[in-house]
């Protein structure tokens, strides 16, 4: 069992920065998958960046060249850095990991056994 506690949200300008934070308490974290996915008002959860157990990292077009995911084995931490951020960006963001280092379909929630509870983002002048 996995559990996942995210942190970091809060309120930014357009074009400012926030770096968020997820730690995996219960088991070593470089043996899983670990994804970020943001839920909007009224929409469906979407996929922003996953990090496999290489440490390769695969993002969607939406906040490919502004978010950056990277990960702390040692303190089982997993971070998101956000940059450039736009009003569109607003949401609750999700922390989510699998125990595999294998996933495929990594832009799937349906991929994915263990989810934080989210953090909320807010982008306004």
């Known amino acids: 069992q996995v559990q996942l506690v995210e942190s970091g949200g809060g309120l930014v300008q357009p074009g400012g920065s926030l770096r968020l934070s997820c730690v995996a308490s219960g088991r070593t974290a470089s043996a899983y998958t670990m994804g970020w996915f943001r839920q909007a008002p009224g929409k469906e959860r979407e996929f922003v960046g996953t990090?496999?157990?290489?440490?390769?990292?695969y993002y969607p077009d939406s906040v490919k060249g502004r978010f950056t995911i990277s990960r702390d084995n040692a303190l089982n931490t997993m971070h998101l850095q956000m940059n450039s951020l736009k009003p569109e960006d607003t949401a609750v963001y999700y922390c989510?990991?699998?125990?595999?280092?294998?996933?495929?379909?990594?832009?799937?929630?349906?991929?994915?056994?263990?989810w934080g509870q989210g953090t909320q983002v807010t982008v306004s002048s």
């Open positions: 990090i496999r157990c290489d440490d390769r990292t």
């Open positions: 989510a990991a699998v125990r595999s280092c294998t996933v495929l379909l990594f832009r799937n929630v349906r991929e994915y056994d263990y």
